[in-house]
T-cell receptor, first 113, second 111 residues
Framework: EAQVTQNPRYLITVTGKKLTVTCSQN?????MSWYRQDPGLGLRQIYY???????DKGDVPEGYKVSRKEKRNFPLILESPSPNQTSLYFC????????????FGEGSRLTVL | GESVGLHLPTLSVQEGDNSIINCAYS??????FIWYKQESGKGPQFIID?????DKRQGQRVTVLLNKTVKHLSLQIAATQPGDSAVYFC??????????FGQGTELSVKP
């Protein structure tokens, strides 16, 4: 089954404790992206990657890092989480950047105390 | 800056009726639009897309209409079912190839 898998689905952590949200896709997609979803602000892009070892900032990259060492994986790293990073995070993938058909993961709800 | 947004944050329809969800965009050069559905507790799911060389495109029980003159698109759902209850987002691919999402309309289907 074609899917995008994120882990963890839910996490409560404390300010400053480094965490990683993993994302893996099994569709051999070149393009992967991270979004955060907040009430009233919709989906905002954090980082994206057009292929292995190629990553770029989205609209709200501050406080986040990503890496793309393999085609299937695109982890999101919060080196020092802060309460304003409390949000619902989605990983997505597609064949390429210019296609509108993104495949989204189920989401990771992060709470930073 | 460019934006894409929906007219109404919520919409309530009776089961079996047709639903129409509207969206407006600001950039007249935009040429590719997409509709997503997000059910509670899940990620957005692609429904249908349309390019600016078309006025209408149909899928299974869904139709997207594009009016370039007034920069408006709509998603029509025929014979709305309880399983259609979700938040619907319109989105566009801008000239830089970036996907921009609107705010979303929450559709509630009354039995």
């Amino acid at each position: 089954e074609a899917q995008v898998t994120q882990n963890p689905r839910y996490l409560i952590t404390v300010t400053g404790k480094k965490l990683t949200v993993t994302c893996s896709q099994n569709m051999n997609h070149e393009y992967m992206s991270w979004y955060r979803q907040d009430p009233g602000l919709g989906l905002r892009q954090i980082y994206y990657s057009m292929n292995v070892e190629v990553t770029d900032k989205g609209d709200v990259p501050e406080g986040y890092k990503v890496s793309r060492k393999e085609k299937r994986n695109f982890p999101l790293i919060l080196e020092s989480p802060s309460p304003n990073q409390t949000s619902l995070y989605f990983c997505a993938s597609s064949m390429g950047e210019n296609t509108g058909e993104l495949f989204f993961g189920e989401g990771s709800r992060l709470t930073v105390l | 800056g460019e934006s894409v947004g929906l007219h109404l944050p919520t919409l309530s329809v009776q089961e079996g009726d047709n639903s129409i969800i509207n969206c407006a965009y600001s950039n007249s050069a935009s040429d590719y639009f997409i509709w997503y559905k997000q059910e509670s507790g899940k990620g957005p799911q692609f429904i249908i897309d349309i390019r600016s060389n078309m006025d209408k495109r149909q899928g299974q029980r869904v139709t997207v209409l594009l009016n370039k003159t007034v920069k408006h698109l709509s998603l029509q759902i025929a014979a709305t079912q309880p399983g259609d209850s979700a938040v619907y987002f319109c989105a566009e691919i801008n000239q830089g190839g970036k996907l921009i999402f609107g705010q979303g309309t929450e559709l509630s289907v009354k039995p």
